[in-house]
């Protein structure tokens, strides 16, 4: 699957309107016109981390197409009240709201039927550190640790001073797993070779939490 992340803020009080707001138009036809497999919302201190994957084959007229629909434009007006920009100063479009994926690793074949669930992490990043950040992530996966701990797939995504870090990853305790490795590349090996990653983060633990979920059946 081809995977979109955006950014934004929102009030952690407004998930149950938010998550009803997805129900509805996720019940249309319109995810699957587009090619949409799979929509996460996640939260972290007020940061909402929007994860979309696609078919690799998604129809991108189809995306054009449906663009234009009122049930498009109708969401991001019931919206506005409890989704903002990340950055309203920068702010133009939608477009903006978009990260950038700069790693992306994933241990076996894609698209072999197993099931995988999502675990998302936050940290501050200068965009500057990408290259020693991604070569960090080569080196730790490489050694074959990410996939012996059920992580199938991780990848990375950049938003202004943000790094999304999604790991994806089967069995039963796969997420304690993806959450204690990623604690441990973030807040051990990656910042102590990087001092120019803001210590601070969203989170104490940089963990943001799943609060919408669908799947295309």
Same mark, same amino acid.
């Given at each position: 699957?081809?995977?979109?992340?955006?950014?934004?803020?929102?009030?952690?009080?407004?998930? +149950?309107?938010?998550?009803?707001?997805?129900?509805?138009?996720?019940?249309?036809?319109?995810?699957?016109?587009?090619?949409?497999?799979?929509? $996460?919302?996640?939260?972290?201190?007020?940061?909402?981390?929007?994860?979309?994957?696609?078919?690799?084959?998604?129809?991108?007229?189809?995306?054009?197409?449906?663009?234009?629909?009122?049930?498009?434009?109708?969401?991001?007006?019931?919206?506005?009240?409890?989704?903002?920009?990340?950055?309203?100063?920068?702010?133009?479009?939608?477009?903006?709201?978009?990260?950038?994926?700069?790693?992306? /690793?994933?241990?076996?074949?894609?698209?072999?039927?197993?099931?995988?669930?999502?675990?998302?992490?936050?940290?501050?990043?200068?965009?500057?550190?990408?290259?020693?950040?991604?070569?960090?992530? $080569?080196?730790?996966?490489?050694?074959?640790?990410?996939?012996?701990?059920?992580?199938?797939?991780?990848?990375?995504?950049?938003?202004?001073?943000?790094?999304?870090?999604?790991?994806?990853?089967?069995?039963?305790?796969?997420?304690?797993?993806?959450?204690?490795?990623?604690?441990?590349? /973030?807040?051990?090996?990656?910042?102590?070779?990087? +001092?120019?990653?803001?210590?601070?983060?969203?989170? +104490?633990?940089?963990?943001?939490?799943?609060?919408?979920?669908?799947?295309? +059946?």
């Amino acid at each position: 699957m081809r995977s979109m992340v955006t950014v934004s803020k929102m009030d952690e009080r407004s998930i +149950p309107e938010i998550s009803t707001l997805f129900t509805a138009f996720d019940s249309t036809e319109i995810p699957e016109l587009i090619g949409l497999r799979r929509r $996460q919302l996640f939260v972290c201190d007020g940061v909402q981390i929007h994860l979309y994957d696609f078919a690799d084959q998604a129809d991108k007229a189809a995306l054009m197409k449906v663009k234009g629909d009122p049930r498009m434009a109708r969401l991001s007006a019931d919206l506005e009240p409890y989704v903002s920009p990340y950055e309203p100063e920068t702010w133009n479009s939608p477009a903006d709201s978009a990260a950038f994926s700069f790693y992306d /690793w994933e241990d076996g074949p894609a698209g072999d039927g197993t099931r995988t669930d999502t675990t998302v992490t936050l940290t501050r990043m200068d965009q500057d550190a990408i290259p020693a950040v991604t070569s960090v992530f $080569q080196e730790f996966d490489a050694t074959g640790g990410a996939g012996a701990a059920g992580t199938r797939r991780r990848q990375l995504f950049a938003y202004n001073d943000l790094c999304v870090h999604i790991q994806d990853h089967v069995g039963p305790d796969g997420g304690d797993i993806a959450r204690k490795a990623a604690a441990e590349l /973030w807040f051990g090996k990656v910042v102590e070779a990087l +001092p120019r990653l803001a210590p601070e983060g969203p989170a +104490p633990d940089g963990h943001a939490s799943r609060f919408y979920g669908w799947e295309a +059946p």
